[in-house]
């Protein structure tokens, strides 16, 4: 049945018909009703035929006014968050952990939504109700009338549950592993803290930061990753704790949550000492397994391996073949393992970078000799008179700032102003250009073999890089410990979903980066729209980008 409209000369009718077929199977129309002439009706005249129709197929009425758009929140980056979150088992797992009676409120769902905004949207605690009330939808869960105060005691229930809770997210991510869980990686950096004042326990101390390379109030972060470049442990230090004293005790608790037979540690430049390898050896033994390490030399110890490197240094330039290519050698270093990598490229840099500084130096020193000379001539020059402890003092501050006061040095005991440049500590420093030194207790595996094994380390500096931009872990603004320590187990959580986020865009070939993916996602919204008395709600329409996205994350679509 449908509506037609006829023409009798001048004028035309809205007519109602319907088709049907004759006893011999011929398709044809009659009219069932004339409704009138089209230019005598308005639409009040039909208004209630309409509603008429509607309700007999059981479709809403007509909008009796224009529709009012009550909301439209983001929803496809966390549907995506939502569905890695889940397929990994973390919500029962934490649900499980975090389980109690006297709780009124759902505690994991307060932290899965504090886990999403840091990968979302990194904002304070009163910027996260914001997020949750006014911009995002989270997927199975209705949190627009969470309070401040909640979302404290749920970190608070996080950290109470540290343990249960850590040990329930090593589970869930022992399936993604290596059985052996043979390699992992280690580092350690700082985050900033705020808060001037004191409290029980605090871990917010006084050190040198890794981020403005000055003296920063703020806490250490140890996190250690597997091979395959996820993150499985973490643990928060007291902000001015020595690097080396953190490796043996992460090892410990990494060992109480993995089943492992043999580890081999790498680890960055700051962590080498003496004391680490025999605790590490230590530890091994006391734990009935091999713990090997390889561990890298830090710049500022190389002059201890001057004459080492000075006996391998010929051979390993003389066969560059490829200035990009690493050309490697051994040796031994205190009875262990001393690899040694030379790269022509990175010599040429650093050897031209410590020559310009060294001429600008020079010049800077000429220059005030020449100011003195003329003065003492009695040649007028500008500015106040020079005097040649104030040469001293203005010449030695820039060599301190260049870092090269082992070569470039001034006679501060003589009465007048003069410096020299030694040439053999240049040529010594021009030596150590280029080159990596590994100290390893791997007898079977390849010098070239452990070079690659230690270049994989970047993997995790480039998570500490996530931690401290995407996910934004500082600058931290808690107090007290608990809270600071939840408030890192957040973040280490979120950067958790990162790493599966990126292995999958990788493994299917995608050119999305875990950031872009997510932003492109956020376009997919949740629209809330009223009509007179009522509601409709409804996603926005996906694009072919985001079903792609969705197929190469390998998650189901939003619904």
């Known amino acids: ?31 069932v009703a004339s409704l009138g002439r089209v230019d005598q009706l308005e639409a009040a005249d039909l208004e209630p035929l309409i509603h008429g129709l509607q309700r007999a197929v059981g479709r809403p009425e007509s909008m009796p006014q224009a529709p009012v758009f009550e909301t439209a929140r983001s929803y496809g980056d966390v549907w995506t968050l939502h569905q890695l979150w889940q397929a990994l088992g973390l919500g029962e797992a934490l649900r499980r952990a975090l389980r109690s009676s006297r709780r009124q409120f759902d505690a994991e769902a ?10 979302v949207e990194p904002s304070s605690k009163l910027g996260l109700l914001e997020w949750l009330q006014e911009r995002v939808q989270l997927p199975a869960v209705e949190l627009s009338d969470v309070h401040h105060e909640q979302l404290l005691r749920a970190m608070d229930a996080l950290e109470e549950h540290n343990e249960a809770v850590e040990c329930a997210v090593a589970k869930q991510l022992r ?66 704790v020595a ?29 080498l000492s003496i004391d680490n390898i025999d605790g590490l050896e230590a530890l091994g033994r006391a734990q009935g397994l091999q713990v090997d390490y390889i561990l890298a030399v830090p710049g500022r110890r190389y002059a201890e391996f001057t004459e080492l490197i000075a006996e391998h240094h010929p051979g390993l330039v003389a066969t560059v073949s490829d200035p990009d290519a690493d050309v490697i050698g051994e040796t031994r270093w205190q009875n262990r393992r001393l690899v040694i ?46 005097t040649d402890r ?100 957040i973040c280490f959580l979120a950067l958790v979903l990162y790493r599966i986020l990126r292995t999958r865009l990788t493994a299917a070939g995608s050119e999305h980066s875990p950031e872009r993916a997510l932003r492109i996602l956020r376009q997919i919204q949740q629209h809330r729209v009223k009509a007179g008395s009522r509601e409709y709600s409804g996603l926005s329409r996906l694009t072919p980008e985001h079903r792609q996205l969705f197929k190469e994350i390998g998650i189901a679509l939003p619904q």
């Open 341 to 386: 990598a030379h790269n022509a490229t990175r010599a040429a840099e650093q050897s031209q970078a410590r020559r310009e500084a060294v001429e600008t130096l020079d010049a800077l020193g000429q220059h005030l000799a020449e100011r003195l000379n003329d003065q003492d001539a009695g040649k007028p020059v500008r500015g106040r008179r020079a």
């Open 390 to 489: 104030g040469a001293y003092k203005r010449f030695h501050q820039a060599v301190l700032e260049k870092r090269l006061s082992h070569i470039v040095k001034a006679d501060l005991g003589s009465s007048q102003f003069s410096y020299w440049v030694d040439e053999a500590a240049w040529q010594a420093a021009e030596r150590l250009d280029g080159k990596l030194l590994l100290v390893t207790s791997l007898q079977d595996l390849s010098a070239e073999a452990v070079v690659a094994r230690y270049r994989s380390l970047a993997d995790i500096e480039r998570g500490f890089r996530v931690l401290k931009s995407e996910i934004a872990i500082a600058p931290v603004y808690h107090r007290l410990p608990p809270r600071i320590r939840a408030h890192a187990l």
């Open 175 to 240: 399936p993604l592993l290596d059985q052996d869980l043979s390699v992992i990686f280690y580092d350690v950096t700082t985050v900033r803290i705020h808060g001037t004042g004191q409290c029980a326990g605090d871990l917010r101390r006084h050190g040198l930061s890794k981020d403005t390379g000055g003296i920063d109030r703020q806490v250490a972060l140890g996190v250690v990753q597997s091979a395959e470049g996820l993150p499985i442990a973490h643990e928060v230090f007291e902000g001015n």
């Open 1 to 31: 049945m449908y509506t037609r409209i006829t023409q009798s000369g001048p004028r035309r009718y809205l007519q109602l018909v319907e088709g049907y077929r004759d006893a011999a199977g011929k398709a044809k129309q009659r009219v």
């Open 110 to 119: 307060l932290i899965r939504a504090m886990v999403f905004n840091r990968l």
């Open 243 to 271: 690097e080396t004293t953190t490796l043996a005790p992460m090892i410990e608790r990494l060992l109480k949550r993995f089943r492992v037979k043999q580890v081999v540690i790498v680890a960055d430049r700051g962590l």
